[in-house]
């Protein structure tokens, strides 16, 4: 019959190991709700990084790298997400925070203040490294809009306040939001001009 010592330790051992990792979609960027769907991770993970030029600008080359030779704003994405949901965009700005888990998003601030929006890939495929704070993002995915539930809001906001320390009363929220993140097929980060 097994200690109390060893049911105590077997049953830390089985918290450690169901921890969550990063996904698809993401702890970050979606509610602990039943309701939404998670997306399996990538079979294989690509190669992460190349120095090279992406539609001939300089700097380190994520995923597929850039394409797309004319940016939309993030001011403009952001006051219409429902123009551009679903279509392939290159957006710009500074990285402002990278996922400390798994690397596999960053967040980017726009010309305005308040302005980010995050820059999500599928655990493996991309990996960027948390000194990419700072940087000059080049962006390009898909847009991809999640819409919340109050109640799914409401987690969201608790989860974000005890995981990041974010300064928000979850129960002041009176209505639902919407979430605007770029699902991302490649990316360039240099120095900041």
């Known amino acids: ?115 980010k929006l995050r820059f999500k890939v599928q655990d493996g495929v991309m990996v960027f490294p948390m000194d990419a704070k700072g940087k000059h993002a080049v962006a390009q995915g898909v847009v991809h809009l999640q819409e919340l539930s109050l109640e799914q809001t409401r987690e969201y906001l608790a989860y974000q306040a005890k995981e990041y320390g974010k300064d928000v009363d979850p129960e002041s929220v009176t209505e639902p939001m919407t979430i605007v993140r770029l699902d991302g097929t490649g990316a360039l980060l240099r120095d900041p001009e």
């Not at 105590?8 to 970050?28: I, N, R």
């Open 1 to 115: 019959m097994p200690s109390l010592r060893t049911a105590a330790l077997s049953g830390v051992l089985c918290a450690l190991l169901a921890l969550p990792a990063c996904s698809k979609e993401s702890t970050q960027d979606a509610p602990p709700a039943a309701a939404l769907t998670k997306e399996a991770p990538a079979e294989a993970p690509a190669e992460t990084t190349a120095e090279a030029t992406t539609a001939g600008e300089e700097g380190t080359v994520y995923g597929d790298g850039v394409t797309e030779t004319e940016a939309v704003p993030m001011a403009t994405l952001l006051d219409d997400p429902a123009a551009y949901a679903g279509k392939t965009v290159r957006v710009e700005g500074t990285v402002t925070d990278v996922c400390p888990k798994r690397g596999c998003w960053f967040e980017m601030a726009g010309e305005q203040p308040g302005q």
